[in-house]
T-cell receptor, first 114, second 114 residues
């Protein structure tokens, strides 16, 4: 069965510093992986997705993620944090079946300090 | 471009009351789903639909009913509200249930059961 683990429920960085949000997955089939961002009192917005075309995936707002099969990881990075990046971030994997279900990690709250 | 629209945004119910959470999308998406979001647990699938007239259970369906009479609408019914159903509910849609399709989320309904 597919599962997702996000390491660290809270991450705090200074403005301008590197952002690294960790995601590890478990999947019995080739995975399709997603990162979503949730701003306060809003729904989830797709940041980027991995669908096996390229291991380094670029998303919106300067974020990118690298798929590493050997490490079963799909970590999200951004070279320089901005105050507007403060939000909750979710990693998700498709369940591989025919339900269309996404399996979400627990979420990581990113705090950006001035 | 409305996307996925959820109403109401906030609701307080008493234990035992029933209510319907509305969800509508204007993107002609086949696939629609309902998730609940609880602290530290990510999002969990309640029910989903792969087209008008077709619905199925997700991970946590107990206490909820759905129907899909049109492509656009996918309401979620709480039959007899319980405090354990206090949560944030998200409706999502995608073009199809294919595993690489990103899902589009509404802004959520914040529900409290007293």
């Amino acid at each position: 069965a597919q599962s997702v683990t996000q390491l660290g429920s809270h991450v705090s960085v200074s403005e301008g510093a590197l952002v690294l949000l960790r995601c590890n997955y478990s999947s019995s089939v080739p995975p399709y992986l997603f990162w979503y961002v949730q701003y306060p009192n809003q729904g989830l917005q797709l940041l980027l997705k991995y669908t096996s075309a390229a291991t380094l995936v670029k998303g919106i707002n300067g974020f990118e993620a690298e798929f590493k099969k050997s490490e079963t990881s799909f970590h999200l990075t951004k070279p320089s944090a901005h105050m507007s990046d403060a939000a909750e971030y979710f990693c998700a994997v498709s369940d591989g079946g025919n339900t269309g279900k996404l399996i979400f990690g627990q979420g990581t709250t990113l705090q950006v300090k001035p | 471009n409305a996307g996925v629209t959820q109403t109401p945004k906030f609701q307080v119910l008493k234990t035992g009351q029933s209510m319907t959470l509305q969800c509508a999308q204007d993107m002609n998406h086949e696939y629609m789903s309902w998730y609940r979001q609880d602290p530290g647990m990510g999002l969990r699938l309640i029910h989903y639909s792969v087209g008008a007239g077709i619905t199925d259970q997700g991970e946590v369906p107990n206490g909820y009913n759905v129907s899909r009479s049109t492509t656009e609408d996918f309401p979620l019914r709480l039959l007899s509200a319980a405090p354990s159903q206090t949560s944030v509910y998200f409706c999502a849609s995608s073009l199809t249930r294919t595993v690489n399709q990103p899902q589009h989320f509404g802004d959520g309904t914040r529900l409290s059961i007293l």
